[in-house]
Antibody, heavy 117, light 115 residues
Framework: EVQLVESGGGLVQPGGSLRLSCVAS????????LAWVRQAPGKGLEWVAN????????NFVDSVKGRFTISRDNAQNSLYLQMNSLRAEDTALYYC??????????WGQGTMVTVSS | QAVLTQPSSLSASPGASASLTCTLR?????????IYWYQQKPGSPPQYLLR?????????GSGVPSRFSGSKDASANAGILLISGLQSDDEADYYC?????????FGGGTKLTVL
């Protein structure tokens, strides 16, 4: 079965750090771009970042540039999002998704990140 | 001004058609943009519906019924998701998305109510 499973979310204080993981199965992980998309409670979708198949290309939304890092381990079929200097406005459900040129065709169930003191 | 603007809500009757608009900011040409559409139901991740650039360059998502189709309104600089033969199961949030300035950008979403 083709699936993505996120983990690593939780409660963190403002200014803190968190590392999200996304493990893939059922497809050739190394052949695809991957992306992180987040959704604040009761709000719409916001694309956060994506990463090229070999990790050589990365893009970020302006609001997370310099604070978030995206990486992948193709040997472990894993995608990561390192989040530093977290702010209250980063509170959201974070989804990983398989990215086929904008067609985000496979999504995980998401992992919740809450930034609060 | 947001890159993509969607009406926050829309209501339509079962069996009718619903036209969901996604207006691109002035200066971004809808005619040359590929617009992607996603559906999200409460408590679930989004699902890809389709992408539309032109009648000759479009793609339906796997398993997505042909009741869902894309088009554009050049005069309004907008993309359109048309849902025909509305069913109660179509009640959901719908998001458009484009590639702009090296990132993907979502619209704010439209909540479609079928009643």
């Amino acid at each position: 079965e083709v699936q993505l499973v996120e983990s690593g979310g939780g409660l963190v204080q403002p200014g803190g750090s968190l590392r999200l993981s996304c493990v893939a199965s059922g497809f050739t992980f190394s052949s695809y771009y991957l992306a992180w998309v987040r959704q604040a409670p009761g709000k719409g979708l916001e694309w956060v970042a994506n990463i090229k198949q070999d990790g050589s290309g990365k893009n970020f939304v302006d609001s997370v540039k310099g604070r978030f890092t995206i990486s992948r381990d193709n040997a472990q079929n894993s995608l990561y999002l390192q989040m530093n200097s977290l702010r209250a406005e980063d509170t959201a459900l974070y989804y990983c998704a398989r990215d086929v040129g904008g067609t985000l065709d496979i999504w995980g169930q998401g992992t919740m990140v809450t930034v609060s003191s | 001004q947001a890159v993509l603007t969607q009406p926050s809500s829309l209501s339509a009757s079962p069996g009718a058609s619903a036209s969901l608009t996604c207006t691109l900011r002035s200066g971004i040409n809808a005619g040359t943009s590929t617009i992607y559409w996603y559906q999200q139901k409460p408590g679930s991740p989004p699902q890809y519906l389709l992408r539309y650039k032109s009648d000759s360059d479009k793609q339906q998502g796997s398993g997505v019924p042909s009741r869902f189709s894309g088009s554009k309104d050049a005069s309004a600089n907008a993309g359109i998701l048309l849902i025909s033969g509305l069913q109660s199961d179509d009640e959901a949030d719908y998001y458009c998305m484009i590639w702009h300035s090296s990132i993907w950008v979502f619209g704010g979403g439209t909540k479609l109510t079928v009643l």
